[in-house]
């Protein structure tokens, strides 16, 4: 039950931090001001923290119910 729960929430996230990687890479590639490198670097940081708070409450709840 929770694993379809956070189904949805997941590649969601996943997407996010997938399209975030991309605007990384691009922005890298055109050789876009620091400032830019920054937002986009925080957004990629962002979008793997969400990834890596739903896998921890993941984590916790199935060991609570053990």
Do not use: M, W
């Not at 929770?2 to 996010?16: A, G, K, P």
């Amino acid at each position: 039950q929770l694993l379809c729960f956070y189904y949805d929430q997941c590649e969601t996230h996943f997407i996010s931090l997938l399209n975030a990687i991309d605007a990384l890479f691009s922005c890298v590639s055109s050789a876009q001001p620091p400032r830019i490198f920054v937002a986009h670097s925080k957004f990629v940081i962002l979008s793997a923290h969400k990834l890596v708070f739903i896998g921890d409450t993941l984590t916790r709840q199935v060991a609570a119910q053990d």
